[in-house]
């Protein structure tokens, strides 16, 4: 289900993707990096991508293609992604195959923006930068959408991503 927010303005998006059996996909105009956090979690529209979705015989492929065809539509310039691989490397982590789903769903998402021509700048996020945007915040925002994990961290990656460009935009860095 996409839960779409009227656009701010049309000048592109930085969108961001929770990769995983569910994939969850979150964007925000390029524009709303300039409003307060408040005002920004209003311009914020999300989609959960169910694993029962994908269709055809290569799950991770057919996701792959349905979050490149929102990066191409919601003309994304930056996509963020959660990183994969620090997730296996964890200790304790039990490794399966549905373990190595979100890596090639990263994989594949690099070598389709590499090879569609997408000018756009991918940023990988590390899960552990989420504790900024506590569970607690993401509900004052209105970012918390129920039963929908994967869309709520997707959320979370755009936030952290904005209140990271506000800190080195004040220190000069854009």
């Not at 373990?99 to 997408?118: C, T, Y």
């Not at 209140?163 to 935009?169: F, G, H, M, V």
Request: positive net charge; aromatic residues 6%.
């Amino acid at each position: 289900m996409v839960r779409r927010k009227e656009s701010v303005e049309d000048s592109g998006s930085v969108l961001a993707v929770d990769p995983g059996e569910t994939c969850g996909v979150a964007w925000m105009p390029l524009s709303s990096l300039a409003l307060s956090t408040a005002d920004a979690a209003t311009t914020v529209s999300v989609e959960q991508i169910p694993w029962e979705a994908a269709y055809g015989f290569d799950k991770e492929v057919s996701a792959a293609n349905r979050i490149l065809l929102r990066i191409r539509r919601e003309r994304a310039s930056i996509v963020l992604i959660e990183s994969s691989a620090s997730a296996l490397l964890r200790p304790g982590m039990q490794r399966t195959k549905h373990s190595l789903v979100p890596l090639r769903i990263e994989a594949m998402l690099r070598f389709g923006l590499e090879h569609k021509w997408l000018d756009v700048r991918l940023e990988v996020v590390s899960p552990s930068q989420m504790s900024i945007a506590s569970d607690s915040r993401m509900k004052a925002w209105g970012l918390w959408f129920r039963g929908e994990p994967h869309a709520t961290d997707a959320a979370r990656h755009l936030m952290v991503f904005m209140r990271q460009w506000k800190k080195e935009e004040r220190d000069g860095k854009h």
